[in-house]
């Protein structure tokens, strides 16, 4: 197909659900992306954090190559090798517990909404630590019907936060809370209550005799690279045990060494309840997990949740090829190093640029605050081979591959500042 009549393809037979760049690429390694026109570009937010280990990472496409040539796809009412060895690496990785996989994030936020309502279905808010105890006996004698029809519809409400962003199917866009996501799809899934972020007065005063969890971004992603302080994660997690609450950390966005460590809890000393991956996991091909407590990995029982397409053959071993080049290769060492000598170098633009307000996140994810909307500057990166992106009307978004060389930042950077220059 010409290019002329690919863009002609889209405008009249695809949904025209995303805002588009008129770029159209064909091949991709590491940092690296060619256009059609064999220009290339230095990728800086690929796939909106899918490509942790850049374009077509050596020990995923082995793993995949290898998996297409033997079996695409076993539904899961049958066993397959790599699904069990990527869901004991998950669990290794992670806390113990067990594993749910789908094909998205929202997907696996939505498994999480509904675990969570199912726990809540059984079990009761507690005033104090003692009840939250014998959680996992209360829910496990609930499994046969028998105790839910005494506590009735239970708890179900669950409190997220201003400015989250948990995905667009329907409950996920609920859990999202913002209104210009869900303006024109009311109704909206009752029982889903924002609160202001960092804010654990606000937490305490949202919650009632129908609450069931908190479902939390360590770093909101499209809400603005906003980071939760620690103090509110240690408070929130206390609460959580003495209410018999559920923490659910999203961690599509975080997850799977963005902030160079495996999952962004473990710079916070916690352990979530519920856990939600997706993006970079799968190197580049679609997945979402949830991971839940070993309390909780017993609740959904057959017939209560399903994915047809959920952990099949090729993607896990995607996934598995991902977790065996971030081993091999020292790709948290990497996030580390790179991210700090890349806060270093953006810091420099802000001394010498007033129009950068204010530069936060962790390891490799980075959000440039600008006094100016972004998107004249996205789009002059774009044009000197510079992807990066714009959230929240005037936060920059860096997030580069986790395996970024020093090279690579300095050559961004180069472009970065050049665009900042000739814009003043
Ligand atoms: C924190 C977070 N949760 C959930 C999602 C939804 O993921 P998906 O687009 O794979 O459904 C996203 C997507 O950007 C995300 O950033």
């Not at 799968?282 to 991971?291: K, Q, S, Y």
Request: proline share 4%; with cysteine; net charge positive.
């Amino acid at each position: 197909m010409k290019v002329e009549e690919i863009f002609q393809v889209y405008k009249e037979n695809i949904m025209p659900t995303y805002n588009k760049v008129p770029l159209i690429f064909v091949k991709g390694k590491g940092s690296r992306l060619w256009d059609i026109h064999g220009k290339l570009y230095l990728d800086f937010f690929p796939g909106w954090g899918v490509g942790s280990l850049g374009h077509c990472h050596p020990k995923v496409m082995q793993g995949v190559r290898d998996q297409i040539s033997k079996l695409i796809f076993v539904p899961n009412n049958y066993y397959h090798p790599f699904q069990a060895k990527l869901a004991k690496e998950l669990i290794y990785l992670s806390f113990p517990g067990k594993v749910f996989f789908a094909n998205s994030g929202a997907e696996a936020n939505e498994a999480a909404i509904k675990l969570a309502r199912k726990f809540g279905a059984s079990t009761k808010l507690s005033a104090n630590g003692e009840q939250s105890r014998t959680i996992g006996v209360s829910t496990k004698l609930s499994a046969n019907g028998e105790q839910s029809r005494t506590i009735g519809k239970g708890r179900y409400e669950i409190i997220t936060f201003q400015n989250a962003f948990h995905g667009r199917t329907l409950a996920a866009l609920a859990a999202t809370g913002q209104e210009k996501y869900q303006s024109g799809f009311e109704p909206m899934p009752e029982g889903f209550i924002q609160v202001k972020f960092n804010d654990l007065a606000a937490v305490k005063q949202a919650v009632t005799d129908k609450t069931v969890a908190v479902m939390l971004e360590l770093i909101q992603g499209e809400g603005g690279v906003n980071v939760a302080d620690k103090d509110f994660v240690l408070a929130l997690r206390k609460l959580c045990d003495e209410k018999n609450l559920l923490l659910i950390i999203d961690e599509v966005q975080t997850g799977i060494g963005r902030t160079a460590k495996m999952f962004g809890y473990q710079h916070y000393g916690i352990t979530p309840d519920i856990m939600t991956l997706a993006k970079a996991l799968g190197g580049g091909l679609p997945i979402g997990v949830m991971i839940a407590k070993k309390e909780l990995g017993d609740i959904l029982t057959p017939g209560m949740h399903a994915s047809t397409f959920g952990g099949g053959p090729v993607i896990c071993r995607a996934a598995l090829g991902v977790f065996k080049a971030m081993q091999q290769e020292k790709i948290l060492k990497n996030c580390k190093n790179m991210g700090e000598y890349l806060l270093e170098k953006l810091n420099l633009l802000k001394n010498a640029y007033p129009l950068i307000q204010e530069i936060r996140g962790m390891g490799l994810m980075l959000g440039v605050e600008l006094s100016i909307a972004g998107k004249q500057i996205v789009q002059k990166c774009i044009q000197q081979g510079l992807l990066i992106n714009c959230t929240h009307d005037k936060v920059l978004r860096l997030m580069p591959a986790l395996n970024v060389t020093k090279k690579e930042i300095d050559q961004a950077i180069g472009i970065f500042r050049s665009v900042l220059a000739n814009r003043q």
